[in-house]
């Protein structure tokens, strides 16, 4: 019953800084989407990187020396995800945005769900798998057309209709740095917000992990909505710690908004 009352008081309480806020940012991770089916990457049992090495198969420097094997573990991943829908806790962002309490989504997730659920402003700071783009000449597909490519090429490849290079997702892979607009989008949002909701994120993949600082050292408060511990506990003004879909329900319910 304690952790129940101190679960309920803390909701209160994001709810009412979210009503004193003149600008309420919100960065998410991969727990936001864990709900919708698709695994995170550091969970010991669930896991995706729990049987495979990252550096391996997610490196740029790997997606250069063999770009087969990458599109092998990668190929089938982006098929799922496209087939992935947008949960409630996706949901209920769109329903702050869209009562003028959210400015913008930050998020580090590539699998499109924000888009699908309908924030209108979002900056995706590790790019999306909506496209994939030829390293040399340029050349940008969509995700669907990349899969139609890459199901025709003997390697299991797909490749640019102009010099035949592989397609690269446009996503960030290890080794290669963030979008230097997104990411200075997103420093501009973290530093100018009075309220920071860190969604589902771990906290731990910098430069991302940084922008909670950026919002602290300018007087905002931050909120850690995520089951998991994150290095950053200590700026956490409100720390809520059940499953998103079901705090950020809560959150609306103390705020009296209906989801979408």
């Known amino acids: 019953m304690r952790a ?9 309480r994001l709810a009412a800084l979210v009503r004193a806020a003149r600008s309420v940012v919100a960065l998410t991770g991969a727990g936001i989407s864990v709900p919708s089916g698709i695994p995170d990457f550091r969970s010991p049992d669930t896991g995706l990187w729990r049987h495979v090495d990252p550096m391996e198969v997610a490196h740029i420097d790997a997606f250069q020396r063999d770009p087969a094997r990458f599109w092998r573990f990668y190929g089938e991943r982006f098929a799922t995800l496209g087939d992935k829908q947008p949960n409630a806790a996706h949901r209920a962002l769109v329903a702050l945005e869209r009562a003028g309490m959210l400015d913008a989504v930050i998020t580090q997730n590539i699998d499109m769900l924000h888009r699908k659920a309908g924030t209108a402003r979002l900056v995706e700071v590790h790019g999306s798998i909506a496209s994939c783009s030829c390293q040399r000449c340029a050349e940008r597909v969509t995700a669907e057309q990349a899969r139609e490519r890459l199901a025709r090429d003997p390697d299991g490849v797909p490749r640019c209709g102009s010099c035949r290079s592989p397609l690269k997702p446009d996503v960030v892979l290890f080794g290669e740095l963030l979008p230097a607009d997104a990411l200075e989008r997103a420093q501009e949002l973290c530093a100018g917000a009075d309220l920071l909701l860190c969604v589902g994120s771990s906290l731990e993949v910098y430069p991302v992990a940084g922008l909670p600082e950026l919002t602290h ?3 905002g408060a931050v909120a850690i909505i995520t ?3 994150t290095p950053l506990e200590h700026l956490a003004s409100v720390r809520l710690r059940g499953d998103v879909v079901q705090e950020l329900a809560s959150v609306l319910a103390a705020l009296e908004l209906e989801q979408p």
């Not at 009352?5 to 209160?12: D, G, I, Y």
């Open 4 to 12: 129940q009352a101190v679960a309920a008081a803390e909701v209160e």
């Open 217 to 219: 050292a300018a007087g």
């Open 227 to 229: 089951q998991g511990p």
